[in-house]
């Protein structure tokens, strides 16, 4: 049996709650009422997309990443940035991203890597770590603003999690699998 599943950070209450916010003056972009908008409670940093795993890899890349993430430490991600992010052919997003986040890039880096090294085989050319706000066809009407309204915050990056993601009458369904902690910054 196959899973979809992802690697993410959690995002704190209080970061989701302003992030809700956000999204609701992005509204006022969606004139054609395309865009699905994600339910505060499942938002989350996806660092790295698997797609279909099997459930033996599941224990495989929880050796992987405890020993590859050992020695990684927590640090601030600063959010400040929102797009227009066409994710696949069937699939575009109104994200939050950071923009050129360096320890938050190494992060990414790292969990490819691990699922390269578990056997997992992805494309993920163009990916970039992002916390997804509304979910539209690919296909569609949405004219992104010339400019975003102003988006400037910042989230603890102090575990990387494992989810499974179901798909869900009103969005996917998202399950931990493993977490792995981030060395304190301390």
């Known amino acids: 049996m196959d899973i979809r599943a992802f690697f993410a950070l959690a995002l704190p209450g209080s970061v989701a709650r302003w992030l809700a916010d956000y999204a609701d003056t992005l509204c006022q972009f969606d004139k054609q009422i395309e865009v699905n908008w994600v339910d505060a409670e499942s938002y989350h940093l996806t660092l790295c997309f698997l797609g279909e795993i099997s459930l033996e890899q599941i224990d495989q890349l929880e050796d992987i990443a405890r020993n590859k993430l050992a020695e990684v430490r ?17 699939l575009a997003v109104i994200a939050a991203m950071s923009q050129e986040d360096e320890e938050l890039s190494a992060l990414n880096r790292s969990m490819m890597e691990i699922a390269l090294e578990a056997g997992i085989e992805f494309k993920e050319e163009d990916f970039k770590p992002h916390i997804t706000l509304g979910r539209l066809p690919a296909r ?17 990056a102090d575990s990387v999690i494992l989810f499974q993601s179901k798909p869900g009458e009103r969005g996917s369904i998202y399950t931990p699998l493993f977490t792995i902690p981030l060395q304190d910054m301390a």
Not at 76 to 83: G, P, Y
Not at 141 to 147: A, L, N, R
Request: charged share 20%; glycine share 0%; hydrophobic share 30%.
């Open 140 to 156: 569609n009407q949405f004219e992104p603003p010339e400019e975003w309204p102003t988006l400037d915050l910042f989230s603890l």
């Open 74 to 90: 927590s640090f601030q991600v600063r959010i400040n940035t929102a797009e227009y992010y066409p994710v696949s052919r069937q």
